[in-house]
């Protein structure tokens, strides 16, 4: 069995003269049982940006954003980082809300999402 707790992501902005670059910065543990341990298992980790609406969370840009392989023997938690133009953050109307989530599935075909708090912020 493999659970995802902790997941935890904070955006910052930086302002050029052509725009605004957000870093995305996220962090997350990866729990694994002894038997997937023993096996050696490895886990191939994606996360994607939600913009979170009342009726229906909708994926913003083109996800995911970040892929990585997560190992048995990898630290935990594992914490992670990417850029992006700050205007895809940009929900349009009102108040921006957003919150990543975590996908994970394991080499031998268990799968799970793990979502993280909601940032509320004008993008």
Known sequence: ???VDSVDFSITRTSFVSGHICSIDYSYALRIDKEKYQAGVSFSVCVILF??????DKPLGS???DTHVV???AVMPVKRSFA???EILDEAVGEDKIFIKICVAASDGEFLYERSATIHDWF
């Open 63 to 65: 996800p995911p954003y």
């Open 84 to 86: 992006m133009p700050c």
């Open 1 to 3: 069995m493999i659970s």
């Open 71 to 73: 190992e048995r023997d």
């Open 51 to 56: 913009g979170d609406d009342l009726l229906r």
